[in-house]
């Protein structure tokens, strides 16, 4: 387990098993039950070379150096297809919102952890009902190589019992962490790890 205020790695994969994105984020909790780290603002990335499975060949945020704005914080359970993004907005720095962002369970590796962005994702926002993000783009992910047809199948699988959950008033997640602050003492994080 790690520190709170520790900085890791955090890399998304392919199905190949190759990074092609790197962030550096800040542990705010782990435990058994809880992985919570933030992308703090200007915090680096990193996008390794290589040719990759978009039109483009590069990752969608190819260009983007640092994360900008308020910072997202990211809360995952072990083993489970999803996170949640918190996000905040305008100069009070008000919470905005929910995005739960499907993906790969996470894997701790040596510095940090490996997850793989899964397209689809979940808006719930602090007032009204949620609705659906890039669903469109999965069936283009699949002709560009990214993702296979079971995949797909699988990520539409999870958006579903997800949102089964929403529309039953249910979440797993602390709505605390809507008034969660980071710690001014901590720098912005850097690569190192």
């Given at each position: 387990m790690w520190s709170e205020g520790e900085v890791i790695l955090r890399r998304e994969v392919l199905n190949d098993g190759r990074p092609w994105?790197?962030?550096?984020?800040?542990?705010?909790?782990?435990?058994?039950?809880?992985?919570?780290?933030?992308?703090?603002?200007?915090?680096?990335?990193?996008?390794?070379?290589?040719?990759?499975?978009?039109?483009?060949?590069?990752?969608?945020?190819?260009?983007?150096?640092c994360w900008l704005g308020h910072g997202v914080?990211?809360?995952?359970?072990?083993?489970?297809?999803?996170?949640?993004?918190?996000?905040?907005?305008?100069?009070?720095?008000?919470?905005?919102?929910?995005y739960v962002n499907i993906q790969e369970p996470f894997r701790r590796t040596p510095h940090g952890y490996d997850?793989?962005?899964?397209?689809?994702?979940?808006?719930?926002?602090?007032?009204?009902?949620?609705?659906?993000?890039?669903?469109?783009?999965?069936?283009?992910?699949?002709r560009e190589g990214r993702f296979t047809p079971a995949q797909v199948t699988a990520v539409r699988a999870e958006g579903r019992r997800v949102v089964a959950e929403l529309d039953a008033g249910r979440r797993w997640w602390d709505s605390a962490w809507a008034d969660w602050r980071p710690d001014p003492a901590w720098p912005t994080p850097a690569f190192g790890v």
């Open positions: 994105m790197e962030g550096a984020v800040i542990v705010v909790r782990d435990d058994e039950e809880l992985l919570a780290t933030y992308i703090a603002e200007g915090a680096p990335f990193h996008f390794p070379a290589g040719r990759w499975p978009t039109v483009s060949g590069l990752h969608p945020w190819h260009g983007k150096q914080l990211m809360l995952q359970r072990p083993g489970e297809a999803h996170a949640v993004w918190v996000f905040w907005q305008g100069a009070r720095r008000d919470f905005a919102g929910w997850t793989q962005d899964l397209e689809l994702d979940i808006w719930v926002p602090k007032e009204g009902s949620w609705r659906w993000k890039d669903d469109e783009l999965l069936e283009e992910r699949v």
